[in-house]
């Protein structure tokens, strides 16, 4: 018991739930201590090195969006198909992630603007299930698109993911072609599609819809890759360069379009879509 648990312990009028985690939080990559209202404030920014944390998809969605728009209700698809079962049944790991997310799966949509031009907005969340792409994950990216297709607007992705999830097999992957045809839809429909690596991007997402949209932009410091860096490094022998597969060193490359910090991110899309977006009749 350290000195701040026992002076708060001898003080009994204090409320129970005011304790020195609800006042700090430490910065993985500079270790610092941060006032968790200051990170908070700061966008989860930690202002000392800049590390951006992970955010929640409502988060996300209120930092891109206008107010007032309008969330999309999350489908309802077949669970466990397959009844999966590794150190615990399938149905009671959803059951667990739902407990801990308002959503029922890893991927909400919203519809509304971004400083005033139309969108759709679709949020992959990495606390549910590593933002593992089953077939809710998939069926929800297809009726963002489907609505931005509709409104005749643009369709923003923010992809935070591990991959496919493990425990739907084949009907996981299928979500690939799936949401790639989407893509298409939209391209065809001349309307844009621009997608936010945020961190980690990895697996069959990255593989899929990821690297499909006509800009991509990552957020400082995301990770970005399909296999892991020490998987290629078995595979091809060789020491991999320092900050492979990290947004900056993909920036440098070609892989994405610009890096931008959290702040910026919302008025950076908005510019973007007053150039891409169609232009309405007179």
Known sequence: MNWFTRVRNSIGWLPKR???????????????MLFEKEYEDNLHVCPRCGHHGRINADQRLALLLDEGFDLLEQPEVAEDPLKFKDSK?????????????PHRDAFSVGSGTIDGLDAVVGVQDFSFMGGSMGMAVGTAFCQGAERALARKCAYIVVTAAGGARMQEGILSLMQMPKATVMTRRLKEAGLPYIVVLSDPTTGGVTASYAMLGDIHIAEPGALIGFAGQRVIQDTIREKL????????????????????????????IATLLDYLSPAKAA
Do not use: I, N
Request: proline share 4%; hydrophobic share 30%.
């Open 18 to 32: 005011t304790s020195e985690k609800d006042l700090w939080v430490k910065c993985p990559s500079c270790q610092e």
């Open 89 to 101: 049944k399938y149905t009671d790991r959803l059951k667990a992630a739902r407990a801990k997310s």
């Open 241 to 268: 360069p320092e900050g492979f597969q990290r947004a900056e060193y993909l920036y440098k490359h070609g892989m994405v379009d610009m890096v931008v910090h959290r702040k910026d991110l919302k008025a950076q």
